[in-house]
């Protein structure tokens, strides 16, 4: 039955309490803030840079790039070459993350906690540090390519899109393992029982029972892989070699030495945030149709095994681990390694060390100064909003959380060219500043930021909090004496991982800096262009350290009591 016209009257309105002057309490004005924050740096350079898609190169309102882009293979090939490498890395690094999750959690192989740690250094490091140690290795003169021919074998380079899945592939797995880890640790164990019961074997049992039971979980992970894979922008350019991928076309179009296309290359990023809302919608889609609840009441044993099995299991988890972690070995061992210019010579030194100090200590400073300002402004919204969106709920704040899902699907790419077409002109000019390298980073994280924070609250009593407003003590002075003080040990772990990929960050930056804000990671895809592969591979063991670093100190707030 519907409501009465007097009925919909009667309904509180949240737009219209929100404009009564006497509901503008602290968490009232935190909301307005927030709104104003992602409508000015989230909404304002979208619509830009939609508005500017419909424009063609002579300034005239046209359907021009849309309709070049399906006609003109240079355009729509790019968006086949995105799909097939995302999709091909997909599918390996489930074939590679299942079986080792599986093999991790079921069984009583040794070195677990190494090969866990071995896997998330991994994920954390940059996918173009990945890709330029492989170049290093089996590049067109690597020297693992070197020695292979010296022995008669031949082996082509890791060039092309082949080496992109390959790298893809071996950086991104852990999404998956991390995912169907945790799902496999807490998955009802009498399911299979029943099923083994029927007399289903072993194999059977993992294609028909717990394969289809964890399928919500294994394609958030192969959601994860798909996208990171969709939106990179550093591995596809070092190694593509002409191999063209969307992101890769876009900032082609957008920066280029003969003047660029700005308006194509809004197209080709609306197509971009386009396919992976698609994707995002596509994933949502199966994962309705195949959901099923367990109990949870018994959880799986981790199963014995025969010493020679246990081992053979060991070797290959190992085997798995170890290989993904060779690209950061690879770039600290050629850090020390002599160099004159792109050839390395027998002998170690720390002269590469000593160049990068010389020429671009600037960067340096850069990376963690940018990044450390977006981390403090990331904690402080993660925490506010968080609160709002846990303790205040309403359709304003149901609508804030949408809004707030905008960053998951656009690549970082896709983000720094619509800010520069939102900044580039009066009244706001903030091209070319560090102001908006601290935006982008913001704006790309903050989500990760908000979901620890507000998964971290929900596990807080709200009791506590009820109890120190009884004694007289304000909301606000509460939440920052009481309720930011127990949030912040888990908010301050989930911030960290924020840091770590903050540093790492190339794709937006490679798009908004200026020689006067060069980072790390742009410094890096720079050096390694020009053939500088010692003081790119110092700058690279840089980061590594600083992700190694963060990442323990991750690990031991997170042993506080409050997990990620």
């Given at each position: 039955?519907?409501?009465?016209?007097?009925?919909?009257?009667?309904?509180?309105?949240?737009?219209?309490?929100?404009?009564?002057?006497?509901?503008?309490?602290?968490?009232?004005?935190?909301?307005?803030?927030?709104?104003?924050f992602?409508?000015?740096?989230?909404?304002?350079?979208?619509?830009?840079?939609?508005?500017?898609?419909?424009?063609?190169?002579?300034?005239?309102f046209?359907?021009?790039?849309?309709?070049?882009?399906?006609?003109?293979?240079?355009?729509?090939?790019?968006?086949?070459?995105?799909?097939?490498?995302?999709?091909?890395?997909?599918?390996?690094?489930?074939?590679?993350?299942?079986?080792?999750?599986?093999?991790?959690?079921?069984?009583?192989?040794?070195f677990?906690?190494?090969?866990?740690i071995?896997?998330?250094?991994?994920?954390?490091?940059?996918?173009?540090?990945?890709a330029?140690?492989?170049?290093?290795?089996?590049?067109?003169?690597?020297f693992?390519?070197?020695?292979?021919?010296?022995?008669?074998?031949p082996?082509?380079?890791?060039?092309?899109?082949?080496?992109?899945?390959?790298?893809?592939?071996?950086?991104?797995?852990?999404?998956?393992?991390?995912?169907?880890?945790?799902?496999?640790?807490t998955?009802?164990?009498?399911?299979?029982?029943?099923?083994?019961?029927?007399?289903?074997?072993?194999?059977?049992?993992?294609?028909?029972?717990?394969?289809?039971?964890?399928?919500?979980?294994?394609?958030?992970?192969?959601?994860?892989?798909?996208?990171?894979?969709?939106a990179?922008?550093?591995?596809?350019?070092?190694?593509?070699?002409?191999?063209?991928?969307?992101?890769?076309?876009?900032?082609?179009?957008?920066?280029?030495?003969?003047?660029?296309?700005?308006?194509?290359?809004?197209?080709?990023?609306?197509?971009?945030?386009?396919?992976?809302?698609?994707?995002?919608?596509?994933?949502?889609?199966?994962?309705?149709?195949?959901?099923?609840?367990?109990?949870?009441?018994?959880?799986?044993?981790?199963?014995?095994?025969?010493?020679?099995?246990?081992?053979?299991?060991?070797?290959?988890a190992?085997?798995?681990?170890?290989?993904?972690?060779?690209?950061?070995?690879?770039?600290?061992?050629?850090?020390?390694?002599?160099?004159?210019?792109?050839?390395?010579?027998?002998?170690?030194?720390l002269?590469?060390?000593?160049?990068?100090?010389?020429?671009?200590?600037?960067?340096?400073?850069?990376?963690?100064s940018?990044?450390?300002?977006?981390?403090?402004?990331?904690?402080?919204?993660?925490?506010?909003?968080?609160?709002?969106?846990?303790?205040r709920?309403?359709?304003?704040?149901?609508?804030?959380?949408?809004?707030?899902?905008?960053?998951?699907?656009?690549?970082?790419?896709?983000?720094?060219?619509?800010?520069?077409?939102?900044?580039?002109?009066?009244?706001?000019?903030?091209?070319?500043?560090?102001?908006?390298?601290?935006?982008?980073?913001?704006?790309?994280?903050?989500?990760?930021?908000?979901?620890?924070?507000?998964?971290?609250?929900?596990?807080?009593?709200?009791?506590?909090?009820?109890?120190?407003?009884?004694?007289?003590?304000?909301?606000m002075?509460t939440?920052?004496?009481?309720?930011?003080?127990?949030?912040?040990?888990?908010?301050?772990?989930?911030?960290?991982?924020?840091?770590?990929?903050?540093?790492?960050?190339?794709?937006?930056?490679?798009?908004?800096?200026?020689?006067?804000?060069?980072?790390?990671?742009?410094?890096?895809?720079?050096?390694?262009?020009?053939?500088n592969?010692?003081?790119?591979?110092?700058?690279?063991?840089?980061?590594?350290?600083?992700?190694?670093?963060?990442?323990?100190?991750?690990?031991?707030?997170?042993?506080k009591?409050?997990q990620?």
């Open positions: 039955m519907q409501p009465t016209n007097a009925a919909r009257a009667l309904q509180p309105n949240p737009f219209k309490r929100l404009l009564q002057p006497k509901q503008w309490d602290f968490w009232t004005w935190v909301t307005v803030i927030v709104y104003v992602l409508l000015a740096f989230i909404l304002y350079p979208l619509v830009s840079l939609f508005y500017n898609s419909f424009f063609n190169d002579k300034g005239d046209s359907l021009e790039n849309y309709g070049n882009f399906l006609k003109l293979k240079y355009y729509y090939g790019s968006l086949w070459n995105s799909l097939k490498v995302s999709a091909l890395a997909t599918v390996f690094a489930i074939l590679v993350g299942v079986p080792l999750a599986y093999v991790t959690t079921r069984y009583n192989v040794k677990k906690g190494l090969i866990q071995l896997v998330i250094m991994s994920l954390l490091s940059p996918p173009f540090i990945g330029y140690s492989w170049i290093l290795m089996l590049g067109n003169n690597g693992i390519t070197r020695f292979l021919q010296d022995i008669g074998i082996f082509q380079s890791v060039y092309g899109w082949k080496g992109i899945v390959f790298v893809f592939t071996l950086q991104f797995y852990p999404h998956i393992y991390l995912y169907v880890s945790g799902a496999l640790k998955i009802d164990t009498s399911l299979e029982e029943a099923a083994e019961s029927l007399g289903r074997g072993a194999f059977h049992r993992l294609m028909t029972v717990t394969l289809p039971l964890i399928f919500p979980t294994l394609s958030a992970g192969a959601l994860m892989v798909f996208m990171a894979s969709f990179d922008f550093g591995t596809p350019m070092l190694l593509g070699q002409g191999f063209k991928v969307l992101p890769i076309l876009a900032y082609e179009q957008f920066i280029s030495e003969m003047g660029g296309n700005p308006a194509m290359a809004s197209t080709l990023s609306v197509i971009l945030i386009f396919c992976s809302t698609a994707i995002l919608f596509v994933q949502r889609h199966f994962v309705s149709r195949k959901n099923y609840s367990m109990t949870g009441m018994r959880t799986p044993k981790v199963q014995p095994l025969k010493t020679l099995p246990k081992w053979l299991l060991t070797f290959g190992l085997l798995v681990a170890c290989i993904s972690i060779i690209p950061q070995a690879t770039v600290i061992v050629t850090s020390f390694i002599k160099t004159k210019g792109p050839v390395f010579h027998p002998g170690f030194s002269n590469s060390y000593k160049e990068i100090l010389y020429r671009v200590p600037k960067a340096i400073a850069h990376t963690y940018f990044s450390l300002i977006s981390i403090v402004i990331m904690i402080v919204m993660g925490m506010l909003v968080a609160y709002v969106l846990v303790r709920k309403s359709k304003l704040t149901a609508m804030l959380d949408g809004i707030l899902m905008i960053p998951y699907v656009m690549p970082g790419t896709v983000l720094g060219i619509s800010l520069i077409i939102a900044f580039n002109k009066p009244p706001v000019i903030l091209t070319g500043t560090w102001v908006i390298l601290v935006i982008a980073y913001v704006v790309r994280k903050l989500p990760y930021t908000i979901r620890s924070s507000t998964a971290i609250l929900t596990q807080l009593d709200k009791s506590v909090e009820e109890a120190s407003i009884s004694l007289g003590v304000p909301p002075k939440f920052f004496k009481t309720t930011g003080r127990m949030m912040a040990p888990g908010v301050m772990s989930g911030a960290i991982l924020s840091w770590i990929t903050t540093i790492n960050e190339l794709s937006s930056t490679v798009v908004l800096y200026t020689g006067a804000t060069a980072t790390i990671s742009v410094t890096i895809y720079s050096e390694v262009f020009t053939a592969y010692g003081t790119g591979a110092a700058l690279a063991s840089i980061l590594s350290i600083s992700t190694l670093i963060s990442l323990l100190i991750a690990s031991k707030l997170s042993k009591g409050l990620l």
